[in-house]
């Protein structure tokens, strides 16, 4: 536990004073169409983040619908929460750019999952919710011993890592590289499930 009045401090009593409270409300009285999701009501601080009821998305052509176990948290979701990125989009808007989870349905014309894979997806936000949907071309099926909270810290992490090494710096065999400062993303279980 930080100094009292530490930024460290404050983070952890919003979250346990104001967040749970919030998902406890939303979630007695969810409508089976319904789902709960974080919502970033404007840039900010965590004091723009709330839980809240919306619709529940459905498979469209060519999607899969998850139902998340697990999402990440990375800089580039601090920066959206901000407003620090070119274009940002406006809010209202459910933060999240990869989860894990289990496939709930499947849109028409989409193959290579059934109902039940266990999975981790990129989406273009959206992954703070307890359910999403998105292009199967984005949708992965989990190796058997990996985690729901390890595939969602996974995706990001590691195709940003790889285009670093093999794309950027030309890593080839027989040449060595020093990783340094390798920590950064962080993955919560999405409300209880």
Known sequence: MGKKGTVFEETE??????FVVEAENVASSI?????RAVILAGFGGLNKLRVTKKTMPEPQHGEVKIRVKACGLNFVDLMVRQGNIDSPPKPPLIPG??????VESIGENTHGFEIGDRVMAFVCYNAWAEVVCTPVDYVYKMPDKMSFQEAAAFSLNY????????EVANLREGMSVLVHSAGGSVVKSLLPC
């Open 13 to 18: 009593h919003m979250i346990e004073n104001n």
């Open 31 to 35: 409508d089976p169409k319904e789902m």
């Open 97 to 102: 750019f990869e989860c894990s989870g289990i």
């Open 159 to 166: 195709v940003a890592a790889y285009m670093m090494l093999f």
